[in-house]
């Protein structure tokens, strides 16, 4: 029986600095089979870097625990769920301005959820103080090649 | 990251060689601020041309290498941008004090 998603994949890994590029990249191969652009898969491993790092750097605070990432494809869309079992966010509202940082100390930019909601088309944030943080995340990717086909044959049909 | 300093110009030159994020800002900042108070340039240059992937960690890291050389006295530029890199550079406002410019 066909499930609601066409494909997922599941990644838990340690909350290291050096698998931020692990993450990113993953995530990357895994949505290539959608076929998106140079710029459109910039933009999701920019997305997921963001989202890792804030899971290291504030939801673990640089101790060690364990970040999840679910990542589905249904239609033309990517959906990317990454979640840790941190400190959790005190205030979503603030942590979503731009330049905002609760770690100015650390040259953080307070740009990472402006960039995450900049990039993709849809982010959820939850979070839960003591629990947690989930970042759930979406994005369309336009099927140009096939548009540019239909056009062909459309073009093809009329003559 | 590789560098040069032209003494003539008083000139820093900042090749950074790997993708810049959380993990990689760290070890790009010492590396940098080293060569800034070490030669205190008029001007320090960072060349982008190797970077193929930067998230928000590098306008914080961009940022803190402008503190350190204004405070001796300096200014920074950034050449061979990426456009993907440029948009998150555009978006954060940091091109008003630390302008691209074309290769040299």
Redesign the interface.
């Known amino acids: 029986m066909k499930g609601l998603y066409e494909n997922e994949m599941k990644l838990e890994f340690l909350s290291k ?2 698998n ?2 692990f993450a ?1 990249i993953t995530v990357a191969a895994f949505a290539a089979q959608l076929d998106p652009t ?2 459109e898969l ?2 999701i ?2 997305a997921v ?2 989202a890792v ?1 804030n899971s ?2 504030h939801g673990y605070e640089n101790m060690e625990g364990k970040i999840k990432i679910i990542a589905k494809i249904f239609a033309n869309t990517i959906e990317i769920e990454i979640s840790d079992s941190g400190k959790g966010i005190e205030n979503v509202e603030m942590a979503r301005k ?2 905002y940082t609760s770690k100015p100390n ?4 307070g ?2 959820f ?2 995450m909601e ?1 990039f993709m088309d849809e982010v959820h944030i939850e979070s839960v103080i003591g629990l947690g943080t989930k970042i759930t995340m979406k994005k369309v990717i336009e099927k140009q090649e096939e548009f540019e086909n239909d056009k062909q044959l459309e073009i093809i049909g009329a003559e | 990251m590789e560098s040069e300093f032209l003494k003539e110009d008083k000139l820093l030159l900042i090749k950074i060689t790997e993708e810049i994020d959380h993990h990689s800002t760290e070890k790009i900042r010492r590396m940098a601020d080293n060569e800034i108070t070490r030669y205190m340039p008029r001007k320090v240059l960072f060349d982008f041309s190797k970077v193929s992937f930067m998230d928000s960690a590098g306008i914080g890291m961009i940022i803190g290498r402008y503190k350190t050389a204004n405070m001796l006295g300096g200014t920074v530029q950034m050449t061979n941008v990426k456009p993907s890199i440029q948009k998150i550079f555009e978006m954060s406002g940091v091109l008003k004090i630390i302008p691209l410019i074309k290769s040299v």
Do not use: W, Y
């Open positions: 600095s050096n931020e590029a990113r140079i710029e910039a933009d491993k920019t870097s963001e790092t290291i750097i731009p330049l650390l040259e953080r930019s740009m990472g402006t960039i900049s």
